[in-house]
């Protein structure tokens, strides 16, 4: 949950889906930053969900997600949702998934993942969220 001190903005979760709402994961995998990219924002379709137990920041739900970028076609990537911090999330093969958070550059399967998809906790971050078949995670951020 976001601290106190939180300045998140509040982004709208897009009406549809369409490669354009990928334009900005896009020029992240483009410019293939060594760290993080705060405010990204994804969409596609889940071909399913794998649960990663323990690690340093505790167990995830990771979402893999075919998704349409506007100039480079289709691509994987996985959605790194913290079970401690944002609940648990999960999507079904075919489910319809928005997220959007803190973007990285990843390789094999996926090209890139999102993950900080919960109220914000960095000066620079807006509030984030996932949205799998209409249900929105966090559903807010108070201020």
């Not at 990663?52 to 949702?81: E, F």
């Not at 079970?83 to 803190?102: C, I, K, P, R, W």
Request: one cysteine or more; proline letters at 5%; glycine letters at 14%.
């Amino acid at each position: 949950m976001g601290s106190a001190h939180a300045q998140g903005r509040d982004v709208p979760v897009p009406a549809s889906c369409s490669p354009q709402v990928n334009a900005g994961l896009q020029q992240m995998i483009r410019s293939h930053p060594r760290g993080y990219v705060e405010n990204v924002m994804a969409c596609g379709v889940a071909t399913g969900t794998r649960v990663n137990h323990g690690g340093r920041h505790g167990s995830h739900h990771i979402i893999t997600l075919d998704v349409t970028l506007p100039q480079d076609g289709a691509v994987k990537i996985q959605v790194a949702i913290n079970d401690a911090l944002d609940g648990t999330v999960s999507a079904n093969a075919g489910d319809s998934v928005f997220a959007y958070g803190q973007g990285y550059v990843t390789g094999g399967l996926w090209v890139a993942g999102i993950h900080d998809v919960h109220c914000s906790t960095h000066p620079t971050a807006d509030n984030g969220w996932v949205v799998v078949n209409g249900a929105k995670t966090p559903n807010s951020c108070s201020r």
